[in-house]
């Protein structure tokens, strides 16, 4: 028998909906190229949507086209997520920081039909246009005033182009199912794979993002989603923050300007923040530097890759702030895992407390965890076995877009594999010692390289710190630790090995440190240990040579 409910589909047209008519007042604050502060409401993003759509409908632009974005956070970002997706067309944002050759890929896979484009990434597209042959135009970010002169083919100024459109638009009855989103993962080998969203899996990760123990968003909240919007849609967070009325706030291209973050925290009353511990480094440095306040930030989620132990400390001893750690993926929408207390964590204390605030957090609702070994059996949740994690849940893709059954990574069952490996203790808390291709094997032994670089970057002479395994003849594996010191601070080999002595297991101790101005990343800013073991050629560690 089926029950006697409303069949509503779960769309993004809904949040928009209400966010509009709930929040219209609500406040959205953008530093722009053209805008140090653009400041204007929910109605007006809404209500300049509905143009946008209008727009695109005169563009021509098919039902499920890909429309392209290769913008910072900002307000015209934030009506392109919502006028692409809820007119039935799928969102592709793109990550300007990919080679050439990786956007070149991923339009002409995407099949991309108009591109919308910061004017500081028109240079860049200029030089790819003859390649993409497949799009039909592209539209500058920017007003009249600022547009610049360009030789891409269709070039259109975005405010000109929705200016003289009606701001009543009928959105369609969309299907839950229908494709909203696009982005292509940054895989290190190989081309980047698309995963494709859609407004259901948008809509549930949005409210799941928002519960009390994943992000806790409210309408009192102003969020600022340093984490870019070509990022797993700024992981989620432009979707969550309508559904419940928080302000947004959008750092632009100032992403990375430690002092403008700052002002924009305690000037536009931040409560809550996003994004990757790279980012968090130079804010950090820079609030400690000025003897700066981050008031009212509250809690900052960080993930993408391991927040060090003492990023955590110094948000909670001198900003009062919470980090709550998060693990995720393109590949789910992106939220698995976050940080937060239970009543029985909440009173733990010591090494049990520090065991706890390293770990990746608990599976959020709608997301199912399980680790197992080489023989695919499962293992238990006892805090010491590691394992492979994969992953089944409501907004985790299942499978890439224009690679049906030839992606890999999901088994037949229809697990995902993350490519992740971690242990889960008792209580649910998952900690992730490594990616299973960057495991170091020593002896038969795994050695943790995210705990090592976690417990160096510890180190107050340390700004950044990656740990690799280098081919031993009697270990088979041995660390190699190769950091990069903060400005006018120093630190010798010897000093940096007494640092971990005692702090991790002895025969985790690196065989080796190396100093280096700085260290690769990825598009997403990850550590690439993938170009690190370019950059160290043929390094071989002292006493390799012969079984010591
Ligand atoms: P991406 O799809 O680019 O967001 O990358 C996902 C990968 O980033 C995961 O599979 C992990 O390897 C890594 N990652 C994400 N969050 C964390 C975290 N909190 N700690 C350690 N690794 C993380």
């Given at each position: 028998m089926?029950?006697?409910?409303?069949?509503?589909?779960?769309?993004?047209?809904?949040?928009?909906?209400?966010?509009?008519?709930?929040h219209?007042?609500?406040?959205?604050?953008?530093?722009?190229?053209?805008?140090?502060?653009?400041?204007?409401?929910?109605?007006?993003?809404?209500?300049?949507?509905?143009?946008?759509?209008?727009?695109?409908?005169?563009?021509?632009a098919?039902?499920?086209?890909?429309?392209?974005?290769?913008?910072?956070?900002?307000?015209?970002?934030?009506?392109?997520?919502?006028?692409?997706?809820?007119?039935?067309?799928?969102?592709?944002?793109?990550?300007?920081?990919?080679?050439?050759e990786?956007?070149?890929?991923?339009?002409?896979?995407?099949?991309?039909?108009?591109i919308?484009?910061?004017?500081?990434?028109v240079?860049?597209?200029?030089?790819?246009?003859?390649?993409?042959?497949?799009?039909?135009?592209?539209?500058?970010?920017?007003?009249?005033?600022?547009?610049?002169?360009?030789?891409?083919?269709?070039?259109?100024?975005?405010?000109?182009?929705?200016?003289?459109?009606a701001?009543?638009?009928?959105?369609?009855?969309?299907?839950?199912?229908?494709?909203?989103?696009?982005?292509?993962?940054?895989?290190?080998?190989?081309?980047?794979?698309?995963?494709?969203?859609?407004?259901?899996?948008?809509?549930?990760?949005?409210?799941?993002?928002?519960?009390?123990?994943?992000?806790?968003?409210?309408?009192t909240?102003?969020?600022?989603?340093?984490?870019p919007?070509?990022?797993?849609?700024?992981?989620?967070?432009?979707?969550?923050?309508?559904?419940?009325?928080?302000?947004?706030?959008?750092?632009g291209?100032?992403?990375?300007?430690?002092?403008?973050?700052?002002?924009?925290?305690?000037?536009?009353?931040?409560?809550?923040?996003?994004?990757?511990?790279?980012v968090?480094?130079?804010?950090?440095?820079?609030?400690?530097?000025?003897?700066?306040?981050?008031?009212?930030?509250?809690?900052?989620?960080?993930?993408?890759?391991?927040?060090?132990?003492?990023?955590?400390?110094?948000?909670?001893?001198?900003?009062?702030?919470?980090?709550?750690?998060?693990?995720?993926?393109?590949?789910?929408?992106?939220?698995?895992?976050?940080?937060?207390?239970?009543?029985?964590?909440?009173a733990?204390?010591?090494?049990?407390?520090?065991?706890q605030?390293?770990?990746?957090?608990?599976?959020?609702?709608?997301?199912?965890?399980?680790?197992?070994?080489?023989?695919?059996?499962?293992?238990?949740?006892?805090?010491?076995?590691?394992g492979?994690?994969?992953?089944?849940?409501?907004?985790?893709?299942?499978?890439?877009?224009?690679?049906?059954?030839?992606?890999?990574?999901?088994?037949?069952?229809?697990?995902?594999?993350?490519?992740?490996?971690?242990?889960?203790?008792?209580?649910?808390?998952?900690?992730?010692?490594?990616?299973?291709?960057?495991?170091?094997?020593?002896?038969?032994?795994?050695?943790?390289?995210?705990?090592?670089?976690?417990?160096?970057?510890?180190?107050?002479?340390?700004?950044?710190?990656?740990?690799?395994?280098?081919?031993?003849?009697?270990?088979?594996?041995?660390?190699?630790?190769?950091?990069?010191?903060?400005?006018?601070?120093?630190?010798?080999?010897?000093?940096?090995?007494?640092?971990?002595?005692?702090?991790?297991a002895?025969w985790?101790?690196?065989d080796?440190?190396?100093?280096?101005?700085?260290?690769?990343?990825?598009?997403?800013?990850?550590?690439?240990?993938?170009?690190?073991?370019?950059?160290?050629?043929?390094y071989?560690?002292?006493?390799?040579?012969?079984?010591?």
């Amino acid at each position: 028998m089926l029950g006697l409910m409303m069949d509503m589909p779960l769309t993004l047209t809904m949040i928009m909906r209400h966010g509009e008519r709930n929040h219209g007042m609500q406040e959205i604050v953008s530093v722009t190229a053209d805008n140090p502060r653009h400041r204007y409401r929910f109605a007006d993003a809404f209500r300049r949507a509905r143009k946008l759509a209008n727009a695109l409908d005169r563009l021509g632009a098919k039902p499920s086209a890909r429309i392209g974005t290769l913008a910072w956070n900002d307000y015209r970002h934030l009506e392109l997520y919502y006028a692409i997706s809820c007119s039935g067309r799928v969102c592709h944002t793109i990550n300007p920081r990919l080679f050439d050759e990786q956007i070149e890929y991923i339009v002409n896979h995407a099949e991309d039909e108009w591109i919308f484009t910061d004017v500081a990434f028109v240079p860049k597209l200029e030089q790819l246009a003859a390649r993409c042959p497949g799009v039909r135009g592209y539209i500058v970010m920017t007003d009249a005033a600022h547009m610049p002169q360009t030789t891409l083919p269709n070039a259109l100024c975005y405010e000109t182009l929705i200016e003289g459109e009606a701001d009543r638009y009928d959105w369609p009855e969309l299907d839950e199912k229908t494709a909203s989103g696009l982005c292509y993962t940054s895989g290190t080998t190989g081309n980047p794979k698309g995963v494709l969203y859609n407004h259901r899996a948008a809509v549930l990760m949005a409210y799941a993002a928002s519960l009390p123990d994943t992000c806790g968003l409210s309408a009192t909240d102003g969020i600022l989603p340093i984490v870019p919007m070509f990022h797993v849609n700024a992981w989620g967070l432009p979707f969550a923050a309508v559904l419940v009325g928080a302000k947004l706030v959008f750092p632009g291209p100032t992403l990375s300007n430690p002092q403008i973050l700052a002002d924009l925290i305690t000037m536009e009353g931040v409560t809550i923040s996003a994004g990757v511990p790279t980012v968090c480094l130079p804010l950090l440095a820079y609030a400690r530097e000025s003897a700066r306040s981050l008031a009212p930030l509250s809690r900052f989620v960080i993930g993408g890759s391991a927040c060090p132990l003492s990023m955590m400390e110094e948000f909670r001893d001198r900003h009062g702030v919470r980090v709550l750690h998060a693990w995720g993926m393109t590949e789910m929408s992106p939220l698995g895992t976050v940080n937060a207390d239970t009543r029985a964590s909440s009173a733990w204390a010591g090494d049990e407390r520090i065991a706890q605030m390293l770990s990746q957090g608990r599976a959020i609702p709608g997301v199912e965890l399980k680790i197992t070994d080489e023989d695919n059996r499962e293992l238990p949740w006892d805090g010491v076995a590691v394992g492979a994690l994969k992953v089944r849940g409501l907004w985790i893709c299942r499978d890439y877009y224009r690679l049906e059954g030839q992606g890999g990574a999901h088994e037949p069952d229809g697990w995902f594999v993350t490519g992740d490996v971690c242990s889960i203790d008792p209580h649910g808390f998952m900690r992730i010692t490594d990616r299973a291709k960057d495991v170091i094997k020593s002896g038969g032994e795994w050695i943790s390289s995210i705990d090592l670089e976690n417990t160096a970057v510890g180190h107050p002479a340390v700004a950044e710190a990656a740990v690799i395994g280098v081919a031993h003849p009697k270990w088979q594996e041995r660390p190699l630790l190769v950091v990069v010191l903060k400005p006018g601070m120093q630190a010798t080999r010897e000093e940096l090995l007494e640092w971990l002595d005692g702090r991790v297991a002895k025969w985790w101790i690196p065989d080796d440190v190396m100093f280096v101005a700085d260290l690769p990343h990825t598009a997403t800013g990850k550590l690439s240990k993938l170009e690190l073991r370019k950059r160290l050629g043929d390094y071989r560690l002292p006493g390799a040579s012969g079984a010591d």
